[in-house]
């Protein structure tokens, strides 16, 4: 069962920007590519929080402000319970007839690190609490704001300054923290994954986020021309392999029930995506195969259809 | 008409904030604050108090909640102690730096390791420069009326800036005491029921919180807050003035007493001052000057004040439930030894360490302290801890 | 919601002038910021090959393409740092790469 959709074609999105020119993230940002798209989604009616990060340092600096909407910065660690705090005053003091009363969304916007390592427990207990927020996590796969470094959503395999590469170790010996997963167990009433390659799916699925009542969590996978060591012109190219390939499939879970939102009838072998990066390159077959047998098992658990 | 009545010290502090009609609590427990965000919990569940009570899962996330809500313009209040303390300890910097007027009690305890429920004044002095208001009460009335005037500071325009009621871990928070209460009209004349502020966080008006601190205003953006900090004192004294009108209560950044005539005066803040009274009314049926300063107020220290009503005295002895590790004394002797440092004349300034951890401090350990400055015993480094068995 | 044309904050401002917690009091002002110069390689869009379907003004990380009711599409140099999404991902393959040189 399709859901209606927000947004049926790139036409139907606002023209206006919200997260606007002059910010200073790297040329090529996958990052920067999302929250355009995420902040047409959402609308100027918003109060956003972003802990620490690129996203935080490219739009910030005093007095230049990449924001059109409200938007606070705090720490790192804790963007779930800033907007909690943020969405128990919109609250009471509506309810107190302080403010008027209408639907202001809180979102908070945060990278991989500040979402499934130093901020994943404040995000859980915000979203146990049943706060009404979004929790979006931009994920490039590591610490890039501090120049690359691992973290629990960085892939198998890949290289960083902290998972180097090297005679006894090769990259990062440890999996991928799979957080939508986590997030779900929270049963809370909407999940997504997401990724700028597919704007219209990820426009659709930000939008419903902030339309339900109670917390929404989208994970939206966002390539990283530095981190990722691959050349400014790819990071969408790269993001939709990744996708084509089942290393992020794009489904949505509601209210329990997980549905495939872009389907990959013919995945692609994952060495088609991880080519394309340094961080990979130096990879062996055999690591990649390893890879692949993984990727397999979760398709087929996703029911994402064989491999081309 | 002034109500008296009968309270645990934790549970005037939950009544003060109450009536002072707070928007958003956001509650964690830990010996020995629990109690007051019990009672809270009580308050919002009977339908008393209309609030947000936000079950937060650490300390950390209560001052972050607070920060946000804060941020919206809510009045907000949290209350911890010990190690919650430390764990919101990077929060408590980013309250103040962004000027946010929230209002925390503290239940004064002591800090791991090993861990120790009971009380002393390591927590709040481990923070002492995280930009607070910093006020220590000493019983149930002190700490019912430093609470609602915390409020009442904190919004004020030329302050905004978070304040922490300190209190003593189990010598204050759990001792049953008579206190009068206000009314809460009487509480809404002294305290707005709203705040107002200049920004908050709302879609009609875009502002942009907490930006990236480059070099070019970190600087400004500090000295902000220190000319916030320091110019508070005027509104502190102002609003304890006003509130002395409504109750007949009347305060001041530290209360004297038998200081007229005194030699030596010992110095502290919160609970112990009661057993310290004590002390300094034995010595004088002994025939001996000894008087006493109750420091209420930390942060903004009142440098002058002190001076000013200490310095026609021989010694001051500075006793400090804290102390810092390799440095000098206790956090309160070394302020007092600046705060004389100018004077060509001054009076001996000695610190003593007491009361870790719960260790009570007797009304004979304070007498023997007394003496032993009034006798102009030589202490080397001129602080001592007492009560350590060798 | 009101997109200030003006910009008056001071970048250096004195610490009386800096706003309160330093908040940024105005939406939007990095609009004041330009990237340009940033680039070393400019879009140069080919406008009878361009098919207005509108994914290069989508996949523009600087929001630097602006997309006309009519279809068309014009970068705004002001802010393109030059990294070649928009190039990469024509469908129609209608923009080109070119190196900026020194005048």
């Known amino acids: 069962m399709s859901e209606e959709k927000y947004f049926k074609t790139l036409k139907d999105l606002p023209k206006e920007e919200l997260f606007v020119q002059g910010h200073r993230a790297c040329s090529g940002c996958g990052e920067a590519i999302a929250v355009r798209h995420i902040m047409k989604a959402i609308g100027p009616n918003c109060i956003v929080i972003s802990p620490t990060g690129c996203l935080e340092v490219v739009s910030s600096p005093y007095p230049y402000t990449s924001w059109a909407v409200p938007w606070y910065h705090v720490a790192f660690e804790n963007a779930a319970s800033v907007a909690s705090g943020v969405e128990a005053a919109l609250k009471v003091l509506m309810r107190k007839g302080v403010l008027e009363k209408k639907k202001i969304h809180v979102v908070a916007i945060a990278g991989d690190g500040g979402t499934v390592d130093i901020g994943f427990q404040a995000l859980s207990g915000a979203l146990e609490r049943g706060h009404g927020f979004a929790y979006i996590c931009l994920d490039n796969e590591a610490y890039m704001n501090t120049g690359i470094q691992r973290s629990g959503a960085t892939p198998y395999g890949a290289w960083t300054t902290t998972s180097a590469v090297g005679k006894a170790i090769r990259g990062k010996v440890q999996w991928k923290k799979n957080m939508p997963a986590i997030v779900a167990s929270h049963g809370i009433p909407y999940v997504a994954t997401a990724c700028p390659a597919y704007p219209v799916d990820l426009v659709n699925k930000v939008k419903r986020a902030v339309e339900i009542e109670g917390p929404a969590y989208v994970h939206v996978l966002t390539p990283c021309v530095p981190g990722w060591r691959i050349p400014s012109n790819i990071s969408i190219k790269v993001a939709r392999l990744a996708v084509q390939t089942g290393i992020f499939p794009l489904y949505e879970i509601k209210d329990g029930k997980l549905t495939l939102t872009v389907k990959v009838p013919k995945r692609k072998h994952v060495k088609e995506y991880l080519k394309l990066q340094g961080r990979f390159a130096h990879l062996t077959d055999e690591e990649i195969e390893k890879i692949q047998e993984r990727v397999d098992r979760e398709s087929e658990s996703l029911g994402l259809g064989p491999r081309a | 008409m002034a109500k008296r009545i009968a309270l645990e010290c934790s549970h005037a502090i939950s009544l003060a904030v109450k009536l002072a009609n707070v928007d958003v609590i956001a509650a964690y427990p830990i010996t020995p604050q629990t109690h007051i965000v019990e009672r809270l919990s009580e308050y919002v569940a009977d339908g008393e108090l209309d609030a947000e009570y936000i079950n937060v899962e650490s300390e950390h996330s209560a001052m972050s909640a607070c920060i946000g809500a804060s941020a919206v313009g809510a009045r907000c209040f949290t209350a911890t102690a010990g190690q919650g303390l430390a764990l919101m300890h990077e929060m408590l910097f980013i309250a103040a730096g962004n000027r946010l007027p929230i209002v925390m009690a503290v239940a004064n305890r002591c800090l791991s390791p090993n861990l120790s429920i009971w009380g002393d004044q390591s927590d709040m002095m481990a923070s002492k420069d995280c930009g607070w208001i910093q006020m220590y009460g000493e019983n149930a009335q002190e700490v019912f009326d430093l609470t609602l005037q915390a409020f009442r500071i904190a919004e004020d325009e030329r302050v905004l800036l978070p304040v922490a009621v300190n209190f003593d871990g189990f010598y204050v928070t759990h001792v049953i005491e008579s206190l009068t209460v206000l009314e809460q009209e009487e509480v809404n004349r002294f305290l707005p029921p709203r705040r107002k502020a200049k920004y908050t966080l709302h879609p009609d008006n875009p502002t942009t919180w907490g930006p990236i601190g480059l070099p070019d205003i970190q600087t400004e953006l500090k000295y902000q807050l220190e000319k916030a900090i320091q110019n508070s004192k005027k509104v502190i004294k102002e609003v304890w003035r006003e509130y002395g009108e409504i109750s007949g209560r009347y305060y001041d950044v530290f209360e004297p007493y038998r200081l007229e005539d005194a030699e030596v005066a010992i110095l502290m803040m919160g609970g112990h001052c009661g057993t310290a009274r004590i002390a300094v009314d034995r010595l004088r049926e002994k025939g001996l000057k000894v008087g006493l300063i109750k420091l209420r107020l930390f942060r903004p220290f009142p440098f002058e004040e002190l001076v000013e009503a200490t310095k026609h005295l021989k010694a001051l002895a500075v006793v400090d439930k804290a102390f810092s590790p390799g440095g000098f004394g206790g956090p309160i002797f070394s302020e007092v030894r600046s705060a004389f440092y100018d004077l060509d004349v001054k009076p001996r300034i000695v610190g003593f360490i007491a009361g870790l951890g719960g260790r009570d401090i007797r009304v004979d350990e304070f007498m023997g302290l007394a003496e032993k400055v009034l006798r102009g015993e030589k202490i080397e480094k001129n602080y001592v801890f007492l009560q350590v068995r060798e | ?103």
């Open chain 3, 1 to 103: 919601m009101s997109q200030k044309n003006e910009f008056k904050l001071n970048p250096k401002p004195s610490w009386k002038e800096l706003p309160i917690a330093s908040i940024i009091p105005q939406p939007s002002t990095s609009r004041f910021y330009l990237t340009g110069d940033w680039r070393s390689f400019r879009p140069v869009i080919d406008k009878d090959k361009c098919v207005g379907c509108g994914l290069c003004w989508s996949y523009c990380p600087d929001a630097a393409i602006k997309w006309f009711e009519d279809g068309s599409v014009e970068v705004d140099l002001n802010y393109c740092k030059g990294c070649g999404v928009c190039a990469e991902e024509c469908p129609a393959k209608a923009i080109t790469m070119v190196e900026e040189v020194e005048e």
